[in-house]
């Protein structure tokens, strides 16, 4: 994951997502599911990510509707309520079921049951997953700073107080992410050319990172660079510095060839 990725998820995505690039918009979890009154102590939570075409969202939307909400108007459900229902419909069901289901659900269009239902649905799902995505706004981090260390919020721990190295830059402004994705980032520093900058890099740490959780360097497409790398980085940079003069003398030979 890059920084951009790391510090601004939703515009990622969004960008990704308007160039064709990387996954299809991602919406929830809107709430934990496989709760109940007699549930044994919660060991882990598990994430999977379904990809869903707009007739298996609708099917699903369908189904979650007639299992929770049967009584109330699509009309009248808030969008929370009707990915909740998708999402419901999506942990109880698996991949053959869904296709089954999906048989269902287009048979009844096919027959025309239930008409004005079916068209409220579809409104339902174009407020809960409209046609052309747009990142959900996302409240900006209220970073409070202390002797050696900032609070700031987090979307799956509330609002946490973690250490604060002198070289980062702070956290103003920034989106606020989960606790994993924490990340103290330090002064990027760039080389430049005809007002071109290039191979921007600068120290980062994401403290509470499971893979890495040291501090590290990202450099341009080479994130979480450890000393090492980096210095083999620098030299490999050094010997293209050799090879772009060589080049400039190449092109001198040839030039003084042709006149």
């Known amino acids: 994951m890059s920084a951009v990725e790391r510090r601004f998820p ?8 308007e160039r064709g690039e990387g996954p299809a ?21 598990v994430r999977v990510d379904f990809l869903m075409s707009r007739f298996e969202l609708f099917a699903l939307l369908a189904d ?35 296709d089954a289901l999906v048989e269902t659900v287009a048979g009844q269009i096919e027959r025309g049951d239930h008409p004005e239902q079916m068209q409220a649905l579809r409104r339902a799902m174009d407020r809960a997953y409209p046609l052309r995505w747009e990142p959900e706004e996302r409240p900006v981090q209220r970073p409070e700073y202390g002797d050696g ?4 919020d987090t979307l799956d721990a509330g609002r946490i ?21 924490v990340t103290h980032v330090g002064v990027t520093v760039t ?3 005809a007002g071109v900058e290039f191979l921007p890099a600068r120290i980062a740490w994401a403290p509470f990172a499971v893979r890495q959780s040291e ?13 090492d790398e980096l210095r083999e980085l620098g ?25």
């Not at 490999?236 to 080049?247: D, F, Q, T």
């Open 161 to 181: 107080t973690v250490d604060e190295p002198v070289w980062c830059t702070g956290h103003d402004g920034e989106q606020i992410v989960d606790r994993v994705d």
């Open 10 to 17: 939703a515009a990622a995505r969004f960008l990704a997502a």
């Open 235 to 259: 030299a490999e940079v050094g010997l293209h510095a050799g090879r772009l003069y060589s080049k400039a003398n190449e092109l001198d030979r040839l030039r003084r060839a042709e006149s």
């Open 191 to 193: 080389g430049e050319y």
């Open 215 to 227: 501090i590290l360097v990202d450099v341009d497409e080479f994130p979480g660079m450890t000393p």
């Open 149 to 152: 260390t900032v609070t700031l």
């Open 64 to 98: 979650g509707y007639a299992t929770t909400n049967i009584e109330r108007s699509p009309d009248d459900m808030t969008v929370e309520q009707i990915r909740s229902d998708v999402e419901a419909a999506c942990a109880g069901i698996s991949s053959l079921e869904l």
């Open 25 to 45: 918009p991602l919406y929830g979890p809107t709430e934990r599911q496989n709760v109940h009154d007699d549930q044994p102590k919660p060991h882990v939570v």
